[in-house]
């Protein structure tokens, strides 16, 4: 049972770079997040869709775009990357809005 | 606005010294306070849900308590392998957590 699966583990871009953040979950969830995850300012929401074909802005979500592919997949596309978007990004799924389940995290580096 | 507050910042315990974290927050409608568990380079883990005040719950040397301002994790006889952030999170109207910046908890052998 993988639950949620993030690709990649690690990035490097440069600044003004482009890329996705792949996501991934085999619960059959209704609802999935992106998190970024800073020092000292914890967990913030980027997006969520709560339901396939929908997706709805979180606390942070300049800077970032967000696709809900089909009920499995929801990705996190940064179109021009820069140093501030540094950070741990985690995906999460949930059948309810209530309890989430994480992947293991994405570690992004803009230099 | 919905705030998540959790104390202390870092905590460092001996092997057997039970303790407890603090989690108060202040939210407008409360659905849900939840207790997860993130080890270094992994994800958060799921632990509790708590839903109105009075409400406990336990899993091995780990137990949660709520009131109407705040939540407390408490710790029983602590190992090395308890050592981990500890985040609380609350679920306001609406459809995502919100999350407090966590406990960071050493426990020493």
């Known amino acids: 049972n993988a639950g949620v699966t993030q690709t990649p583990k690690f990035q490097v871009l440069k600044t003004g770079q482009s890329m996705t953040l792949q996501c991934a979950q085999d619960m059959n969830h209704n609802s999935m997040y992106w998190y970024r995850q800073d020092p000292g300012m914890g967990l913030r929401l980027i997006y969520y869709?709560?339901?396939?074909?929908?997706?709805d802005k979180g606390e942070v979500p300049n800077g970032y775009n967000v696709s809900r592919l089909n009920k499995r997949e929801f990705s996190l596309r940064l179109e021009s990357a820069a140093p501030s978007q540094t950070s741990v990004y985690f995906c999460?799924?949930?059948?309810?809005?209530?309890?989430?389940?994480f992947g293991s995290g994405t570690q992004l580096s803009v230099l | 606005e919905d705030q998540v507050t959790q104390s202390p910042e870092a905590l460092r315990l001996q092997e057997g010294e039970s303790s407890s974290l603090n989690c108060s927050y202040t939210?407008?409608?409360?659905?849900?306070l939840f207790w997860y568990r993130q080890d270094p380079g992994k994800g958060p883990e799921f632990l509790f849900t708590l839903y109105s005040a009075g409400e406990e719950k336990e899993k091995e040397r780990l137990k949660a308590t709520l009131t109407k301002k705040e939540s407390f994790l408490h710790i029983t006889a602590p190992k090395p392998e308890d050592s981990a952030t500890y985040l609380c999170a609350v679920h306001p109207s609406g459809y995502a957590l919100n999350f407090g910046k966590g406990t960071s908890l050493l426990v020493t052998p």
């Open positions: 939210v407008s409608g409360l659905r849900g």
């Open positions: 999460a799924s949930s059948a309810s809005n209530e309890k989430l389940f």
């Open positions: 869709s709560a339901s396939e074909g929908t997706t």
